[in-house]
């Protein structure tokens, strides 16, 4: 057998035992004009930055938060949301990550819904399952409209002035992607 066909084989095998990444991007957090917010929601991040030009700094007071809709409508085949977020401080907060679907007329806003305490310092994958998530009346996740950060729900959001995380790279992963992370490929 030459080299060459060796290494062929070689590479052939690698490429069918490794998991296909097949995560798709929610968003990279370059440009911030597609999150709305009347309370300040992200500022433009351009030093602290995980990937890519830019991400998007959420400052933890009472009442901020961020969303945006365009995201990706159906998240059924999807296991995980993963989230990049880079903390100054261990301890700065609590704030909450919420995936909603339409509005029903009768019943207002069904929406799947995170706490995430600030307890890291650095940069951290934040990794959610769908699992990890609490439902509010009659969300679906194939029926999804937009993602939100806050820090606006009464008990159990934390203010903390002056302290902020900053948010980069947002994607929803598949068992594969999560295999993938797990095995370090």
Same mark, same amino acid.
């Given at each position: 057998?030459?080299?060459?066909?060796?290494?062929?084989?070689?590479?052939?095998?690698?490429?069918?035992?490794?998991?296909?990444?097949?995560?798709?991007?929610?968003?990279?957090?370059?440009?911030?004009?597609?999150?709305?917010?009347?309370?300040?929601?992200?500022?433009?991040?351009?030093?602290?930055?995980?990937?890519?030009?830019?991400?998007?700094?959420?400052?933890?007071?009472? *009442?901020?938060?961020?969303?945006?809709?365009? !995201? #990706?409508? /159906? $998240?059924?085949?999807?296991?995980? =949301?993963?989230?990049?977020?880079?903390?100054?401080?261990?301890?700065?907060?609590?704030?909450?990550?919420?995936?909603?679907?339409?509005?029903?007329?009768?019943? *207002?806003?069904?929406?799947?819904?995170?706490? !995430? #305490?600030? /307890? $890291?310092?650095?940069?951290?994958? =934040?990794?959610?399952?769908?699992?990890?998530?609490?439902?509010?009346?009659?969300?679906?996740?194939?029926?999804?409209?937009?993602?939100?950060?806050?820090?606006?729900?009464?008990?159990?959001?934390?203010?903390?002035?002056?302290?902020?995380?900053?948010?980069?790279?947002?994607?929803?992963?598949?068992?594969?992607?999560?295999?993938?992370?797990?095995?370090?490929?």
């Amino acid at each position: 057998m030459t080299i060459s066909r060796s290494l062929t084989l070689l590479i052939l095998c690698l490429t069918t035992i490794r998991p296909v990444h097949s995560a798709e991007k929610v968003d990279d957090m370059d440009f911030l004009s597609e999150w709305k917010s009347q309370s300040g929601g992200f500022v433009e991040e351009t030093e602290i930055v995980k990937q890519g030009d830019g991400a998007a700094r959420f400052l933890l007071f009472n *009442g901020n938060y961020a969303v945006r809709e365009g !995201v #990706p409508g /159906d $998240w059924s085949e999807f296991d995980a =949301l993963s989230v990049w977020v880079y903390a100054e401080e261990a301890g700065e907060g609590v704030f909450g990550i919420s995936v909603t679907t339409p509005k029903s007329p009768d019943e *207002g806003w069904s929406y799947f819904y995170v706490k !995430v #305490p600030v /307890d $890291w310092e650095g940069w951290r994958q =934040l990794i959610f399952h769908k699992e990890d998530f609490k439902g509010s009346r009659d969300p679906d996740w194939s029926n999804i409209s937009n993602l939100q950060f806050a820090l606006m729900w009464n008990g159990w959001t934390v203010e903390v002035p002056d302290a902020s995380v900053v948010i980069d790279d947002i994607e929803l992963l598949t068992p594969s992607d999560l295999e993938s992370l797990e095995f370090g490929n």
